[in-house]
Nanobody, 120 residues
Framework: QVQVVESGGGMVQAGGSLRLSCVAS????????MGWYRQAPGAQRELVAA????????YAGSVKGRFSVSRDNNAKNTVVLQMNSLKAEDTAVYYC?????????????WGQGTQVTVSS
């Protein structure tokens, strides 16, 4: 069974940093993109940052210049989100997303989410 596990959430003061990691295992398909979404209370889930297997990245406008997404070259199927200069509005549950393709079929997998709380 596919497993997508996030780690690294927590509480930090505004201006601080956090690093989120996500490991996907038991995926017997081609991974197209790995990324991070977030959902604040009462809001829709939104894309934060994503990286393709070729290394192309995509960021939400609100996090550009503050967050960085990368793949861990030393750990297969791992994506890292480095979050700097955190703001109170970054508070949300962050979800790891893995987009795969196998035999022409695309499929998304999600982690259980990790809470990030930024106090002002």
């Amino acid at each position: 069974q596919v497993q997508v596990v996030e780690s690294g959430g927590g509480m930090v003061q505004a201006g601080g940093s956090l690093r989120l990691s996500c490991v996907a295992s038991k995926i017997f398909a081609e991974i197209i993109t790995m990324g991070w979404y977030r959902q604040a209370p009462g809001a829709q889930r939104e894309l934060v940052a994503a990286i393709t297997s070729g290394g192309s990245t995509n960021y939400a406008g609100s996090v550009k210049g503050r967050f960085s997404v990368s793949r861990d070259n030393n750990a297969k199927n791992t994506v890292v989100l480095q979050m700097n200069s955190l703001k109170a509005e970054d508070t949300a549950v962050y979800y790891c997303n893995v987009q795969t393709r196998r035999l022409g079929q695309s499929r998304d997998y999600w982690g259980q989410g990790t809470q990030v709380t930024v106090s002002s």
